[in-house]
């Protein structure tokens, strides 16, 4: 395999024009005439050539050294001739590559999100794939689209087509992001039976102690409540967003959330209000940390492994350097016992084939094989996967050693079923999976994972971002004291319909009407 020079291939597309819709013009190669094997291998009998980019982590290492490649790439007889993209300005490459060439990559695996995808397509450059998916050359995803219906509705875009295959992940719909973790050495220094913690009021009581009666023993008044990492651009585990579902909302990155069969605004909800009122007199009261507005991620790990915080939230290990603590199961709150919840089932957008390519049948053979469940377990953990008997142990990542393998930038089976086959779990899966099983019975509907048309996703960015400004900047505001939100409510809400709320809101229910009937 040849290895491309992307600096001298940028440098030739930034000189090309703009492809027009047949999306490659004269350059496109003229295919052998193959015969390509539905099933089984090698795909082809005699070796063909893709170019192909990679999209890789910064520092991950180039493609075509991968040995999963170099494996699959003899197994099938579809050689391919690799480009990386990685490093800073990696999208703006990507995306140079698809817009302004007239020689296209014949595939591309990963780093476009699926509005960009649509409007590749709209213009011609990419390639529907759903006659290559039911027509026999991807028999692996084809059983799990069968299987997983809502997979299939996931994937398929406005038009009705399919342009790139998904990667599958371990960790199965509906999911949490956070988990309510509670400090159990000062619940034993206060004679405090942790499963005695039950509702918001029993936590906002405990945090009062906490704070008020020195549990960390050094005679001062230095104890931190309750803290979280909700601002932008931290938002690293999902803030509070998950917590309010205690109050019967999710308010996640976009403010939207299903209830009841249609498409809310959670953000203007009276649960919403409820919930910031709770807040702001748990804040003003002393009991959360008076930091959880300013504070960037390493100063909050910081107060986490001190082992000085009494309750905090996070998705990662409940684990301190001087502390002990634990996670609790969702709280009852107003609305009950409920916790927020995401959709990560699947990653879109991990693997398309461009409209110039002389090979998609065969392309489309060898991508599928990702879906082999071995493959799709070398393709995500490289060298750091290793064999032991039927099964294989993941290794612990070694400081500047690279997995040699593209992760999670390309199309991959790891659902739940290949997991528990293949995987011998670490201590720390372990318990993963055990925080994932005690939240389980308590989460809200996600929101579905819809498709938007490139105008739709065009207004809904434009949209957001006066939508979150008003929405962040007020709830820190009320949720310090600073303002009077019962007051205030009206104009807050006229202030985001004047913005483009109730447009924003018209986007959002249609696309889901349209996941919906699909």
């Given at each position: ?14 000189a090309?024009?703009a ?12 295919a052998?005439?193959?015969t390509?094997a ?14 192909a ?14 040995p999963?490649f ?21 999208d ?27 409007t ?35 994937i ?6 399919i ?6 992940n ?23 039976n942790?499963?005695d ?23 001062e008044?230095?104890?931190i ?13 999902n803030?509070?967003a ?7 909302i999710s308010?996640?990155y ?9 498409i ?6 009276p649960?919403?209000?409820?919930y ?18 300013t ?5 909050y ?16 290990p ?21 916790w927020?919840?995401l ?19 065969a ?8 879906y ?12 750091y ?22 992760g ?22 372990i318990?993963?999976?055990?925080r ?14 819809m ?12 949209l ?7 929405v ?5 505001k ?41």
């Open positions: 395999m040849k290895k491309k020079n992307i600096a001298l291939i940028l440098a030739a597309l930034m090309a024009t492809a027009t819709g047949c999306g490659g013009g004269s350059g496109a190669r003229v052998k005439e193959v390509v539905k099933e089984g291998y090698p795909v082809v009998d005699e070796v063909i050539t893709i170019n980019v990679g999209y890789g982590e910064p520092g991950g290492g180039e493609w075509e050294e991968f999963i170099k494996q699959l790439e003899e197994k099938t007889n579809v050689d391919v001739n690799w480009t990386t993209v990685s490093g800073d300005g990696a703006e490459k990507l995306n140079l590559l698809l817009a302004s060439s007239k020689e296209l990559p014949d595939a591309v695996f990963s780093g476009l999100s699926t509005t960009k995808i649509a590749y397509a709209e213009k011609g450059l990419i390639r529907p794939i759903e006659d290559l998916i039911d027509g026999g050359y991807a028999p692996n995803l084809k059983k799990i689209l069968d299987e997983r219906p809502e997979i299939r509705k996931a398929t875009m406005p038009d009705g087509h342009y790139a295959v998904p990667a599958i371990e960790d199965e719909q509906p999911v949490m992001t956070t988990t309510l973790n509670i400090n159990k050495d000062w619940c034993d220094a206060l004679g405090v942790v499963e913690i039950k509702t918001v009021d029993d936590f906002k009581n405990l945090m009062d102690r906490f704070v008020n009666e020195d549990p960390n023993g050094n005679g008044k230095d104890e409540g309750f803290t979280l990492e909700p601002v932008s651009p931290y938002h690293v585990w803030g509070d998950n917590f309010t579902g205690m109050w019967g308010t996640d976009d403010p939207v959330m299903v209830k009841d069969g249609d809310i605004c959670s953000v203007t909800q649960e919403y209000k409820d910031i009122i709770w807040f702001r007199d748990m804040y003003t009261a002393g009991l959360i940390d008076k930091e959880c507005f504070h960037d991620h390493n100063q790990m910081a107060k986490i492994d001190s082992g000085n915080v009494g309750a905090y939230l996070t998705n990662g409940v684990t301190s350097a001087q502390a002990a603590f634990v996670a609790l199961p969702p709280l009852e709150g107003p609305a009950g016992a409920h927020g919840s959709d990560f089932s699947i990653d879109k957008g991990r693997g398309l084939i461009t409209t110039t390519n002389p090979y998609p049948e392309t489309m053979r060898f991508i599928d094989s990702f082999e469940p071995e493959n799709s377990l070398n393709l995500r953990y490289g060298v996967l290793q064999a032991n008997g039927d099964q294989y142990e993941i290794l612990p990542n070694e400081s500047g050693k690279l997995a040699q393998a593209p999670s930038y390309v199309a991959t089976n790891l659902s739940k079923e290949v997991t528990e086959k293949y995987i011998i779990k670490t201590e720390e899966q318990q993963a999976t055990e994932k099983e005690l939240y389980g019975p308590y989460l809200l509907e996600p929101l579905p994972l498709n938007y048309t490139p105008e739709e996703a065009s207004d809904l960015s434009s957001s971002a006066d939508i979150t400004k008003i962040s900047e007020q709830k820190a009320w949720c310090t004291g600073q303002g009077d939100i019962e007051a205030e409510w009206d104009t807050y809400i006229e202030s985001l319909n004047k913005v483009g709320l109730e447009k924003y809101m018209e986007i959002q229910n249609t696309a889901y009407d349209r996941y919906m009937g699909s």
